[in-house]
């Protein structure tokens, strides 16, 4: 199983910035889907960017233009810049990897991060 270590949460106040880290334990950032998501209590994980293999982005509506998701294949990280945070940011964010490791199926989570963005 590949081990996920998500890193960089904190706390911030509104309009700061922060950059999470996901390191991977195997050879597999550059290979499969990386994303991040974030759950607050009560509600739904969402997805909030991914990156896949080829190095298409996507982000979901509420971050676009303000985080930006990167990879380093040589250190098998994924990243996830995110300015201009506002107190709606505030969740666990959560690395995960999604796809095929030596022909097995992939799908691993980090153990979360905390942000929280004060107003």
């Known amino acids: 199983q590949v081990q996920l270590v998500e890193s960089g949460g904190g706390l911030v106040q509104a309009g700061g910035s922060l950059r999470l880290s996901c390191a991977a334990s195997?050879?597999?950032?550059?290979?499969?889907?990386m994303g991040w998501y974030r759950q607050v209590p009560g509600k739904q994980r969402e997805l909030v960017a991914n990156?896949?293999?080829?190095?298409?982005?996507n982000y979901v509506d509420s971050v676009k233009g303000r985080f930006t998701i990167s990879r380093d294949n040589a250190k098998n990280t994924v990243y996830l810049q995110m300015n201009n945070l506002k107190p709606e940011d505030t969740a666990v964010y959560y690395c995960?990897?999604?796809?095929?490791?030596?022909?097995?199926?992939?799908?691993?989570w980090g153990q979360g991060t905390q942000v929280t963005v004060s107003s």
């Open positions: 995960r990897a999604w796809g095929t490791i030596l022909g097995q199926p992939l799908n691993s």
């Open positions: 195997a050879k597999i950032v550059r290979l499969n889907v």
């Open positions: 990156i896949t293999s080829g190095g298409t982005t």
